[in-house]
């Protein structure tokens, strides 16, 4: 059958797909740790992610969770940072550690035919990590050297001062390294954290892609046999000291051509009623390149290349914020446009084409946020570790399908409030 030329195929809106979140597989190893997994995919490749309950929520000394989960790969008692770098890559695998606010995370990236031989591997920095003192001693000249040329940067101190601003210097959200931090670090530090929180600490894993058909008895041999799950670690609750004052101009290099601005507020987090709906909201305002922020400031006004709004994504407590860099003579023109666009949205309600293009957005990337097994499990690690289910992404998609423009004036009056607002510009 020959196509007609002369008709344009049918496109069916994303907002009329069904979309489902396809469930994970789960098992508890001998020592209790618990695996979800999703097997899929048309490459012979898997990932697997140990998620560790050892971000800086827990430490008692600022950076020691970061430096404990960066020099994980840095030696254990029978190997050398070189020989264990050397191992992974001979099998074609890679393997990386990453600190968060609650959590640490090692994971794995390998050819499903050669997880055999590098699960060992895995296991071993998890069990006997040695922390050389020459390895630490080059992570903490390196972090200093990296920090001396960061503070040179308007956008990074802008990004650390409205997170303090917003949750206080001693709040895991609202800390940052300093050459003192680095400095203070010892071996004993790293090494009773790791003892605590990586040894016997509390691990969940996440494993996704190809399996090989022994991958449970894998599994519980090098991993379900460790001392993990010895201790209770339980959230630490720490109080959130917001800065009196929310407004702040800083020079930080008086040559400077253009300034960076964040404008922030406090925000609820996912276990939130209206989460939901207001990410409707944040795209409608600054959440992709169709926003309105877009539109105005960088397509009609030219202060900025680009300029976003976005939800944080804390497990505790989240904050909405607004980010750009503009040049430094129109930055207060940058932030009375911003205000305006609040203005707009809690007098004015959205047009159904522009939200019928919102929800079509949101839902398209949706779908291309599930596709591949990789995706999937990601977005199951997040509900998890956030104590949330599947009726949250269903709820989700319902909100979004279903909102009305009188909901998202509604949520502007409750959230778009100029006096809600930190300012911070930058120099």
């Not at 489902?20 to 190893?29: R, V």
């Amino acid at each position: 059958m020959e196509l007609d030329r002369s008709k344009a195929p049918f496109i069916k809106d994303a907002v009329d797909f069904d979309i489902q979140l396809k469930p994970y597989q789960k098992y508890t190893l001998d020592n209790g740790v618990e695996v979800y997994a999703y097997e899929g995919g048309a490459e012979e490749v898997l990932s697997l992610e140990m998620v560790f309950f050892a971000g800086n929520n827990f430490e008692d000394k600022n950076w020691v969770a970061a430096a404990t989960s960066f020099l994980l790969k840095n030696g254990t008692n029978t190997k050398s940072a070189f020989e264990i770098n050397e191992a992974f890559e001979f099998y074609g695998a890679y393997l990386n550690r990453t600190c968060y606010n609650e959590t640490a995370t090692i994971t794995l990236h390998c050819l499903t035919k050669h997880f055999k031989e590098v699960i060992p591997m895995m296991s071993e920095l998890v069990s006997d990590a040695n922390f050389p003192a020459k390895e630490l001693e080059i992570y903490q000249q390196n972090q200093i050297q990296r920090l001396h040329l960061n503070l040179k940067k308007g956008d990074f101190i802008a990004n650390r001062l409205i997170d303090e601003y917003l949750f206080g210097i001693d709040h895991p959200y609202g800390k940052y390294s300093t050459e003192q931090a680095f400095n203070n670090l010892t071996r004993d530090d790293v090494v009773n954290f790791y003892n605590t929180y990586y040894k016997e600490g509390k691990c969940i894993l996440f494993m996704a892609g190809k399996f090989p058909a022994d991958i449970q008895s894998l599994l519980n041999k090098y991993i379900g046999s460790l001392p993990l799950n010895k201790k209770e670690i339980t959230p630490v609750e720490h109080p959130i000291i917001s800065a009196a004052e929310k407004k702040y101009s800083i020079i930080n290099d008086p040559a400077s051509v253009q300034g960076s601005i964040r404008l922030a507020r406090h925000f609820p987090n996912r276990h939130h009623p209206d989460f939901p709906a207001t990410q409707v909201l944040n795209n409608i305002f600054g959440g992709f390149f169709g926003s309105r922020l877009m539109s105005n400031i960088r397509e009609d006004k030219g202060y900025t290349y680009g300029i976003h709004s976005y939800l944080q994504n804390h497990v505790q407590e989240c904050a909405w914020l607004v980010s750009t860099d503009a040049g430094k003579d129109v930055c207060r023109a940058t932030i009375d446009e911003v205000y305006k666009e609040m203005k707009v949205l809690r007098e004015t309600l959205v047009d159904e084409d522009e939200l019928k293009l919102v929800k079509n957005y949101m839902l398209g990337a949706l779908l291309g946020d599930l596709d591949g097994p990789f995706q999937i499990i990601g977005r199951w690690k997040t509900y998890i570790l956030n104590d949330l289910n599947e009726d949250y992404f269903y709820n989700t998609i319902k909100v979004v399908r279903e909102i009305q423009p009188a909901q998202l004036m509604e949520l502007a009056n409750k959230y778009l409030k100029e006096e809600d607002f930190y300012e911070l510009v930058v120099y």
